[in-house]
């Protein structure tokens, strides 16, 4: 009996840690009433944030944007924030391993094809990119490895990301691919490695923040891009300027900022966060609070289907016989979307949205629904996607896993009806 109360009593305590992360305490309305803002503990608005020496990072973005960390920079965007068809950079979340540059040249920046399986070293300015290649645009998909963190129980150390540790900008450069055939790759290419010039926390010269990559099959993808423009514009600062790799699709650590080195390797890449624990999960599933050894995990590569309620608001009050608009976004890293359904009944029933084909592979979908509730109460609105290999988002939290990556569980926003 006492077991049984001690379960129920953990639900209980679930759902109200989970609701509380969620943003639950912001109370609005999607008709004309007043919105009052409550954020969990610990998470501080861009708009009342101390600002420091690396306050240049933060420039043009959203007042709304939540600082999750300043010693590097780490910042997400409330979920309704998320509501733009393509993501503006005033919008984007901050993912940072180490110091912005504190000087950038753009006119003499350089990028070095190298490694053990490139057949020629090769450097290229940043005009000779533009000029030598095809220029390609795509909308892709980014999204931090450890976005949902604060929904696993137990807790694990790391940024407490909550939904908005990702984005879909429209970026602009040419193919990784084009770049590599040109200087040519030996057939026992394995992985590429990049460096940026970011600079470690420690101040120490030459020590390297972070250097992840990608499987050399990922990175001959079409849409994997060594870009300089976002949205149409110089990719911000704080994003990469003036030189990025994006990667769409997987976790958003392997499309390097700043960059002026890629390695073409014999071996998977072995660089920092490429090695221990790091953006790796345990092989099999493990028991919550399990940590097992670093030989029992595998890195993670495409990302697992997801979606978020953009609009309304968590906290929204809507007068009984209303229709409420519901949209969002879904994406499925590597894969497609095939199905978007929402539930204002905790899951019980399901209603199909309309949802939109991606404007290119590796792009988020656009979903909507029209739902209207029977009676007075409070409601949770959840949305659940389904990809093109038949998988669902799970409903509670995922397997767990000890350092908090990959959450995918469904995202749920809280209404009103009055």
Request: hydrophobic residues 35%.
């Amino acid at each position: 009996m006492n077991d049984n109360l001690n379960k129920n009593s953990m639900r209980v305590n679930n759902r109200r840690n989970f609701l509380k992360k969620s943003v639950l305490g912001v109370v609005g309305s999607v008709l004309s009433s007043e919105l009052v803002y409550a954020l969990p503990k610990g998470y501080v608005p861009l708009g009342l944030h101390p600002l420091d020496n690396d306050k240049e990072a933060l420039k043009g973005k959203s007042p709304e944007m939540v600082v999750l960390n300043d010693r590097p920079w780490n910042v997400e965007a409330p979920a309704h924030l998320l509501d733009d068809a393509i993501t503006p950079a005033e919008k984007m979340f901050i993912r940072n391993n180490g110091i912005v540059p504190e000087t950038i040249d753009s006119k003499n920046w350089t990028l070095t094809i190298k490694g053990e399986s490139v057949k020629t070293t090769k450097t290229y300015t940043l005009e000779e990119l533009k000029k030598r290649f095809k220029v390609h645009t795509y909308q892709l998909t980014l999204e931090c490895g450890g976005n949902g963190r604060a929904g696993y129980f137990p807790s694990t150390s790391g940024n407490q990301w909550t939904q908005g540790g990702i984005s879909c900008a429209e970026w602009t450069g040419v193919r990784l691919k084009d770049v590599l055939a040109d200087a040519g790759i030996k057939d026992d290419a394995v992985y590429i490695g990049y460096y940026g010039k970011d600079i470690h926390p420690s101040r120490e010269p030459g020590k390297v923040v972070i250097s992840r990559g990608v499987p050399i099959k990922k990175a001959l993808e079409d849409e994997t891009l060594i870009a300089w423009a976002m949205n149409g514009k110089d990719i911000p600062i704080v994003h990469g300027y003036p030189l990025r790799l994006v990667i769409g699709g997987w976790p958003a650590s392997v499309s390097g900022k700043w960059l002026h080195t890629i390695a073409v390797r014999n071996k998977v890449h072995d660089g920092p966060k490429m090695t221990g624990k790091s953006y790796k999960v345990p092989i099999e599933p493990v028991e919550p609070g399990v940590d097992p050894p670093e030989d029992q995990f595998r890195i993670i590569e495409s990302m697992p289907v997801k979606s978020l309620i953009t609009y309304p608001q968590t906290g929204a009050m809507l007068e009984l016989g209303k229709t409420l608009q519901l949209r969002g976004h879904a994406w499925a890293g590597d894969l497609e979307v095939k199905n978007l359904e929402v539930s204002i009944d905790f899951g019980a029933t399901w209603q199909k949205a309309q949802l939109q084909a991606p404007k290119n592979r590796l792009a988020w979908q656009h979903w909507t629904a029209d739902v209207q509730f029977p009676r007075k109460g409070y409601y949770e609105v959840w949305a659940r996607a389904t990809d093109s290999q038949g998988v669902n988002q799970p409903m509670v939290m995922p397997q767990w896993n000890p350092e908090g990556y990959i959450n995918n569980s469904c995202h749920r926003i809280a209404v009103k009806i009055v």
